[in-house]
């Protein structure tokens, strides 16, 4: 899958409640008519460049927020590095906007905190984000192929693909504790289709902790429960 977890989702019309014919379902708010343009470069933001965007991305959302009348952010094209600090931490955090657009204009973001997020909208109406490729630099996840099953243990080796980030890496433990349990959660894939997850597998799977057993081969202690629906040659992430 290269550098990107990617899922896959269908949307289906909901039946109609009577005549058995579908009901539609309305297509998502897609723009907003904006009276004032802010772009990141005003405020020092240069694609292709190794600084860090953050500041400058956040103060042109608060000037668009500030103008008090529809707005709209735009980015050039290319690259922008951003590095939010601490664990859970969030790039963009809009409280309270009406008709604010953030149009990416196809730039891509890569954060390079695995435990941060980009955007946290709160209390909004009519916020529109459009044409921006979110990726992380390192990754904040990982994918590995599962090879030994131990159900009476309620354990499962998995070895690590190339490419991904090794469970070494520090963000896989920097979380939160619940007890000494780290609440770690992965996933099974269906190895036939991409981006779908594994039929009958429960969309979570618990991970406990693990330790390494080889190189780039960790066995996780996942529990009975969870066991069950791993085989050798699963897809993990």
């Keep these: 899958l290269g550098s990107a977890l990617w899922f896959a989702a269908a949307l289906t019309a909901a039946p109609a409640a009577q005549g058995g014919e579908e009901a539609s379902r309305p297509l998502p708010l897609r723009e907003v008519d904006t009276e004032a343009t802010v772009s990141v470069e005003d405020f020092g933001a240069k694609p292709g460049g190794q600084a860090d965007a953050l500041g400058a991305m956040r103060q042109a959302v608060a000037k668009a927020l500030g103008a008090k009348v529809p707005a709209r952010v735009v980015f050039a094209p290319g690259e922008y590095r951003v590095a939010p600090s601490g664990h859970g931490a969030v790039c963009l955090e809009i409280e309270g906007a009406k008709d604010l657009v953030i149009d990416g204009g196809g730039a891509r973001i890569v954060i390079a905190n695995p435990s941060a997020g980009f955007l946290r909208v709160l209390g909004g109406e009519n916020v529109i984000v459009k044409d921006l490729t979110i990726d992380f630099d390192p990754l904040p996840f990982t994918q590995a192929v599962v090879r030994k099953v131990d159900r009476e243990a309620g354990a499962a080796e998995v070895e690590i693909l190339p490419g991904f980030p090794s469970l070494e890496a520090p963000h896989f433990s920097a979380g939160r504790k619940w007890g000494k349990a780290r609440l770690t959660k992965g996933i099974l894939k269906d190895k036939a289709h991409r981006g779908r997850l594994k039929a009958g597998a429960p969309n979570m799977i618990g991970v ?20 069950k629906f791993s085989e050798p040659g699963d897809h993990y992430v």
């Design 208 to 227: 406990k902790g693990w330790e390494k057993v080889g190189e780039r081969v960790f066995r996780l202690d996942i529990g009975r429960y969870y066991v």
